[in-house]
Nanobody
Framework: QLQLVESGGGLVQPGGSLRLSCAAS????????IGWFRQAPGKEREGVSC????????SYVDSVKGRFTISRDNAKNTVYLQMNSLKPEDTAVYYC?????????????????WGKGTLVTVSS
């Protein structure tokens, strides 16, 4: 079965850190660009960060620049999102998605696979 599975979410205090993982099963991520997206309650899903298939190109939404870092380990078939200095407004369900392309520009549409999401709650 071809799927992406996110993990690493949880409850964290403002200023804290979490590392999300996106693991693929049933296919190799080597040929896929990956995006992390999030959806807060009552809001539309938005792109957070994305990375090219080689890892050489990354992009971030302005609200997370300097705080989040996307990376990938193709040997482990996993992509990560390191989130530091978390704020209450980062609270959302975080999803990863893959598209078979070297790079795709971080849009929401055209993704080949989506995970089911992991909940991140930033609260004191």
């Amino acid at each position: 079965q071809l799927q992406l599975v996110e993990s690493g979410g949880g409850l964290v205090q403002p200023g804290g850190s979490l590392r999300l993982s996106c693991a693929a099963s049933g296919f190799t991520l080597d040929y896929y660009a990956i995006g992390w997206f999030r959806q807060a309650p009552g809001k539309e899903r938005e792109g957070v960060s994305c990375i090219s298939s080689s890892g050489g190109i990354t992009s971030y939404v302005d609200s997370v620049k300097g705080r989040f870092t996307i990376s990938r380990d193709n040997a482990k078939n996993t992509v990560y999102l390191q989130m530091n200095s978390l704020k209450p407004e980062d609270t959302a369900v975080y999803y990863c998605a893959a598209v078979r392309s070297r790079w795709y520009g971080c849009g929401l549409s055209g993704m080949d696979y989506w995970g089911k999401g992991t909940l991140v709650t930033v609260s004191s």
